[in-house]
């Protein structure tokens, strides 16, 4: 059973225009998550992560929004440039003392 | 400050055979993770090593195992390789744990034939 699930496999966005990416979870102890992204033939690369103390952190283009009561997280990327497009992973822990879950993962193609 | 690194970085190997994968970590950091990824999978977890202790481990047969050295240097065993195992195997090193974020390197990507 998936406890991390990303159920859009793909995104397409116009260079400049905003970037959601979406993530649920169903395990309930989760309190802290991240989101990675990674590119073709290189390992993920860590973003922003979040704890259940908070619903929103930014830094600088990219916003993680965590809605406890919904086990809902999203990505938020403005501008979304080029370079953005990769595969974006959220992944997720208990108290930061357990193993990542990972999602599937969301392929993002920002056009220019 | 190097990143961490894996070796090798592409392997083809027969079915039934074995094979040992390593990971460096970034130096000080002491706890090295293990994730599979295959096609349309996320990064599934294997094993975490802390000290050269395993400290968690994921659900994956024994024919997948590990051990982690003194130097913090880790490496992973597959034995009785099946066509299954065929995918991306990454490391992760963090300086704590699951608390802080974690590194990874650029993967060994393994083809069972």
């Known amino acids: 059973d998936q406890q991390v699930k990303q159920n859009s496999p793909s995104l397409s966005v116009q260079e400049g225009r905003i970037s959601i990416l979406n993530c649920d979870y169903t395990?309930?102890?989760?309190?802290?998550f991240l989101w990675y992204k990674k590119y073709p033939a290189e390992g993920p690369t860590f973003l922003i992560s979040?704890?259940?103390?908070?619903d929103k952190n930014e830094d600088g283009r990219f916003t993680v929004f965590l809605n406890k009561s919904a086990k809902h997280l999203s990505l938020h990327i403005v501008p979304s440039q080029p370079g953005d497009s990769a595969v974006y992973f959220c992944?997720?822990?208990?108290?930061?003392?357990?193993?990542?879950?990972f999602g599937k993962g969301t392929r993002l193609s920002v056009i220019a | 400050k190097a990143g961490v690194t894996q070796t090798p970085r592409y392997l083809i190997k027969t079915r039934g055979q074995q094979v040992t994968l390593s990971c460096s970590p970034i130096?000080?950091?002491?706890?090295v993770s293990w994730y599979q990824q295959t096609p349309g999978q996320g990064l599934q977890f294997l094993f975490e090593?802390?000290?050269?202790?395993?400290?968690n481990k994921g659900n994956f047969p024994g024919r997948f195992s590990g051990r982690q050295f003194s130097n913090s240097r880790s490496e992973m065993n597959v034995s009785t390789l099946e066509l299954g195992d065929s995918a991306l195997y990454l490391c992760?090193?963090?300086?704590?744990?699951?608390?802080?974020?974690?590194?990874f390197g650029q993967g060994t990507r393994l083809t069972v034939v």
């Open positions: 992760a090193s963090s300086s704590t744990g699951f608390s802080t974020e974690a590194f």
């Open positions: 395990n309930s102890m989760f309190d802290y």
């Open positions: 979040i704890s259940s103390i908070k």
């Open positions: 992944a997720a822990s208990v108290s930061g003392n357990t193993p990542l879950v």
């Open positions: 130096s000080g950091h002491r706890s």
């Open positions: 090593y802390f000290s050269e202790t395993q400290r």
